[in-house]
């Protein structure tokens, strides 16, 4: 005997109905993760994604491309499973739900997709980012190094320009607020990194220079604290300052003399400390000795202060002294923090809806293989 058909919209709302249903259980789970975040002291945009007035964020956005894997497995549950399963008999009373049971068969595959998408979106890791305004001291400062063929001189540990580096590393490491860029020079200048709070990426800078970044036969200290005070000249920080490291031997003019670049530096209020690097004496094989009136000069002209580096102790002790006499300025930063990890939720809905579908689908709702 042939069973009647049914009518077609009826076949149609049966095929959609565990996509439906799927799509309530769906908004009420966020309806609830909406409820525990709201605990969180926040409110979660369904649209824009802000929580507490803040965007939120993705930590592992890629997480995200699982999204579709919970299709998959409504296409494989509501679908190809139901014909796999299909069984002939020639009775069909004696199997299967009717009335409201029947619909409610596909509740476990629903729970079990709302779950998977729920997985998905915990696994990506949604999470606020918080900005925090706080007013520090600061001041901004150009790192002025000499690269020229002089800072090969083993008259320090190593070379005179690895004690440099060391050194200059070591105050960075302590400066937390401050904006700090970096000017090279030998026979040119070279700006090496402009003004900025990024310290250790300016570490890094620092760490790889090598003799030959710039053209090393030729000292033009002028030219690298022109070239320095220029950057500062577009600074409105109300302090700011050069620190010079050189052998102090200028013998190249390209454009600016070491004492009209001293007097430019007065002129803009910019103090400028000066290290001297190496030993004043010359060794026993020749090597190159330094010349201190020239770095004492430009120290006196703009009110620094000169430091004498004969050796890796005074050279450290130079620039901790640096340190300690800046005079600071007050200034608002903004810096944006993780705040609130909102994965949590999604997860443990996503737990519940599995526990659920497992509890109903070896109970009341099981289904005949």
Not at 112 to 135: D, G
Request: charged share 20%; net charge positive.
């Amino acid at each position: 005997m042939t069973p009647p058909r049914r009518p077609w919209g009826l076949v149609v709302l049966r095929a959609l109905w565990p996509w439906l249903l799927a799509a309530a259980i769906a908004l009420l789970s966020l309806g609830i993760v909406g409820l525990v975040i709201a605990g969180m002291r926040g409110t979660l945009h369904p649209t824009h994604w802000r929580y507490a007035g803040e965007l939120v964020e993705w930590r592992s956005s890629r997480a995200v491309f699982l999204v579709p894997g919970a299709l998959l497995v409504g296409v494989v549950t509501f679908h190809l499973h139901r014909r796999a399963a299909a069984l002939g008999f020639s009775r069909v009373a004696m199997i299967g739900a009717r009335g409201v049971a029947s619909w409610l068969s596909d509740l476990p595959g629903a729970l079990r997709v709302v779950a998977v998408l729920f997985l998905a979106v915990a696994l990506a890791r949604p999470e606020t980012m918080r900005t925090i305004k706080t007013e520090v001291d600061t001041i901004d400062i150009m790192i002025v190094v000499d690269m020229s063929k002089s800072m090969e001189e083993t008259d320090m540990p190593r070379d005179r320009i690895d004690a440099a580096q060391r050194v200059i590393r070591k105050f960075l490491r302590r400066s937390h607020n401050d904006r700090i860029g970096l000017v090279i020079f030998g026979q040119q200048a070279m700006l090496q990194c402009p003004l900025t709070q990024d310290t250790k990426m300016l570490e890094q800078i620092v760490a790889d220079l090598q003799i030959g970044d710039v053209p090393e036969l030729g000292t033009a200290i002028g030219d690298g604290l022109a070239l320095a005070l220029a950057q500062l000249r577009r600074s409105d920080a109300k302090s700011k300052i050069v620190i010079l490291l050189s052998d102090g031997d200028s013998n190249w003019v390209t454009r600016f003399a070491p004492d009209e670049a001293a007097r430019a530096a007065q002129q803009m209020g910019v103090k400028v400390y000066t290290l001297l690097v190496g030993r004043e004496d010359a060794d026993l094989f020749g090597g190159m000795s330094v010349n201190p009136a020239t770095l004492r000069n430009i120290a006196q002209v703009t009110g620094g202060e000169f430091f004498r580096a004969s050796d890796y102790d005074s050279f450290e002790n130079g620039f901790l002294s640096v340190r300690q006499k800046l005079d600071k300025t007050k200034r608002t930063i903004s810096e944006r923090r993780p705040d609130k990890q909102l994965f949590v939720p999604f997860a443990a809905v996503a737990a519940l809806l599995l526990a659920l579908e497992l509890a109903l689908s070896r109970t009341w709702l099981r289904r005949m293989p």
